[in-house]
């Protein structure tokens, strides 16, 4: 088969492109531990009263780690508010009672789609003090656009000095 | 271009007679009632988009009452479902049947089935709409259970698909004949593209006949309770990647095989082209992972593994860079072109077909970029369900395929009508409109998404949130909004113009390839369907079946023996 001597250089020059986006996202992957989210298992959506999602809040398990068991559904998220501080390493645990939701949150990586019947499972970090938004991402009804609350990073002083009193 | 007469040219075998450049009576009508449905279908989806970017908008968070669709999710399943998947689909059929036709100088093998092809799918789309119209179908174009339509909806979105079946079934029978005549030659390769998507879109229909057929359409009947959200979106998505590819290849034959011919030149390498065809066919379906990067109930493998082989179905995209190009070089060069780089504007752009196809060609390249973005792993968690896919898909589904299906019909419309096109100038305004509204649409929307905006939201809704950072680039996009409604208006007075009010006749010409390179330099490996049929099996078998088996688990999930939700 012939191949015109210019479209050789051609291909030549986009594996080697394609190949460095892959080295760059394996890097990412490897190295800065930028991964895509995954599951913590099944669950039955029925009986989420018998499971960890029984009373969906945020737990601190020391050292700035918490975890978060959240739940979605239609048209709102438990816990409704979340309130870190600043540096805190968060992992969500989060699952659907009804139909399919999503979760973001502004300016992190942290990127979900809640299905009922699977644990989603993600992290990420809050360094800067601030107000975001986690928001459902994935249509789920009537009062999709309803479906949003607030993550409160607190500046370290402030938490501290709210301990203190 | 000379006026050619119509000839007759009887095939060797069957004594049944073709006209050779003539369009035909009874091809003008079946072709045109294709056309006509998906425009009919498309004046409504597309009126609906800039209503959508005026209501997202905070300078104006439209909230108007209109008679239907007030619902803003209503809208949104309308305007998805048809524009991306009526027009799109019924367009498809009807240019491929034309380009098969031509090229291969014979009618379909059956007319029969043809047609019993289109009232099927005609049919659909008639119980698809009627449920959107009544309200009980608001489940947007990619109807993610356990959330629920009409029954009609899938029963419809079904004979859709079982339509193109048939049809798809008719065209392979007819090059099945062709190549029993013809021992040796090469199938043209506008021909060799349309057999290539054929045979991928039936392998990806699959999926999603499957998730319709045995989980949705059961449940919607209430003959199950529930389903597996996590194994429907698996099955949508082995369908829903090659969708985009069916939608792309369409529009690839015009840019390889009209495109050159219009410009009055040969195509760079029709090697090369049945490369990319050959590549996309096998390589558009076992990648569709990519669209559930942050689904919880897929391993980080498999996610991976698909990651990869999507960066290779770049391949042929940028192979078509390159061959295009080459083409254009010519082009220019014939036009007056010395330079190293002036063949590049030395072009007709006053040609409503040629600057249509080009700003295809100019949004499919921000297409293409933010395509290789979204499909870079880690990288989508910032990306997935933001508003910047939606900038994406408009550039490509909306900008590459919508653009040069609208330039196919500039040049395929007066053949079929035998009329010249109508108001040319307001033609190519349409198209430049087109170009520059999506091209401030998509970067509008890309940008908001960077800032946080999520797709698929009612803005003007009650409760809704709009960040501050956001709302400059929402209000921007309905700006290109109001650009696109101009151009789509345009469009319209055009095609109803060149209908009913064109007085001038058109040269009857179809001036396609009507046979493949006689050289030795393409080889006949590329028709070894055997050989393909194999690969495709075996590829997806690889690269699917772990992920389902990922997601399926057979001890405590949903199906799990004895598990009440899943069977009753």
């Known amino acids: ?165 | 271009m000379q006026s050619v007469k119509p000839a007759l040219q009887s095939t060797e075998n069957d004594g049944r007679a073709f006209p050779l450049l003539s369009t035909i009576a009874s091809e003008k009508w079946f072709i045109g009632a294709h056309i006509f449905v998906a425009l009919a279908a498309l004046s409504i989806g597309i009126l609906l988009g800039p209503y959508q970017a005026f209501r997202r908008a905070p300078a104006f968070l439209l909230q108007i009452d209109l008679p239907v669709f007030s619902y803003y999710y209503q809208a949104l399943t309308a305007h998805g479902v048809l524009n991306a998947l009526v027009f799109t689909t019924f367009f498809i059929m009807g240019s491929s049947y034309f380009v098969v036709q031509r090229s291969l100088q014979r009618p379909l093998k059956s007319m029969q089935a043809a047609w019993v092809a289109f009232w099927l799918m005609t049919v659909g789309l008639l119980m698809a709409a009627f449920a959107i119209i009544t309200g009980q179908a608001s489940v947007l174009y990619t109807f993610y259970p356990p959330m629920q339509a009409e029954w009609t909806f899938y029963l419809g979105l079904a004979l859709v698909i079982v339509g193109t079946w048939v049809g798809l079934a008719d065209v392979f029978a007819t090059y099945f004949d062709w190549r029993k005549e013809h021992p040796g030659q090469k199938v043209p390769l506008a021909v060799y593209a349309i057999l290539c998507n054929f045979a991928m879109w039936f392998t990806a229909s699959l999926g999603v006949a499957i998730e319709v057929l045995f989980m949705l359409l059961p449940m919607s009947l209430g003959l199950i309770d529930t389903t597996d959200v996590q194994v429907a979106r698996i099955l949508f998505w082995f369908f829903g990647h090659p969708l985009v590819y069916f939608w792309l290849i369409p529009a690839y034959v015009s840019w390889y095989t009209m495109m050159p011919k219009q410009l009055g030149v040969r195509l760079f390498s029709d090697t090369m082209g049945r490369v990319v065809f050959l590549m996309l066919m096998i390589f558009s379906i076992p990648i569709g992972v990519h669209h559930l990067y942050v689904d919880p109930g897929v391993s980080e493998a498999a996610k991976f593994m698909h990651a990869l082989l999507t960066f290779v179905v770049a391949a042929p995209s940028l192979l078509t860079i390159f061959n295009l190009a080459a083409t254009l070089e010519r082009s220019g060069r014939k036009r007056g072109a010395t330079g190293l780089l002036d063949w590049m504007w030395k072009q007709p752009w006053g040609n409503p077909v040629i600057v249509s196809q080009f700003g295809g060609m100019i949004l499919f390249i921000f297409g293409g970029i933010t395509g290789i973005m979204n499909a870079s792993f880690n990288l989508n968690v910032a990306l997935h369900n933001t508003t910047w896919v939606v900038g994406h898909f408009h550039t490509t589904v909306g900008g590459a395929v919508f653009m040069t299906y609208i330039g196919m019909l500039y040049w395929m419309l007066p053949m079929l009508r035998g009329r010249k096109l109508f108001w040319r100038w307001a033609a190519t305004l349409q198209a430049y409109l087109w170009l520059g509204g999506m091209l401030i649409f998509g970067g509008s929307m890309g940008r908001a998404g960077l800032e946080g905006a999520i797709r698929r939201t009612d803005l003007a809704g009650q409760g809704a949130y709009i960040s501050d950072a956001v709302a400059p680039w929402l209000n921007m996009s309905a700006f290109a909004g109001f650009l696109l409604l101009i151009s789509a208006v345009l469009l319209y007075v055009v095609v109803i113009g060149t209908l009913f009010f064109s007085k001038e006749e058109s040269e009857n010409v179809a001036p396609l390839a009507t046979e493949g390179p006689k050289d030795e330099y393409a080889p006949g490996i590329f028709e070894k369907w055997n050989l393909w049929v194999v690969v495709i099996i075996g590829s997806n078998i690889v690269m699917w079946l772990p992920v389902l088996l990922s997601a399926v688990d057979l001890v405590n999930g949903f199906w799990a023996v004895g598990n009440p939700g899943a069977a009753r």
């Open chain 1, 1 to 165: 088969m012939h191949i015109e001597r210019y479209e050789k250089l051609w291909i030549y020059a986009f594996v080697i492109m394609l190949a460095v986006f892959v080295a760059a996202l394996m890097a990412g992957a490897i190295l800065f531990n930028v991964r895509v989210p995954g599951s913590a298992g099944l669950i039955n959506p029925a009986n989420l009263d018998e499971t960890a999602f029984a009373n969906p809040g945020i737990h601190d398990m020391g050292d700035g780690n918490y975890e978060v068991y959240m739940v979605a559904r239609m048209w709102s998220f438990q816990p409704s508010e979340i309130v870190v501080p600043e540096g805190a390493h968060v992992t969500f645990y989060v699952t659907s009672a009804d139909v399919t939701h999503g979760f973001i949150i502004e300016h992190h990586n942290a990127n979900l789609e809640v299905l009922p019947g699977v644990i989603g499972v993600t992290n990420t970090t809050f360094n800067t003090p601030g107000t975001f938004k986690l928001q459902c991402h994935e249509y789920c009804g009537r009062g999709h656009q309803m479906m949003h609350i607030d993550i409160i990073v607190e500046e370290t002083e402030v938490a501290l000095a709210a301990n203190e009193e």
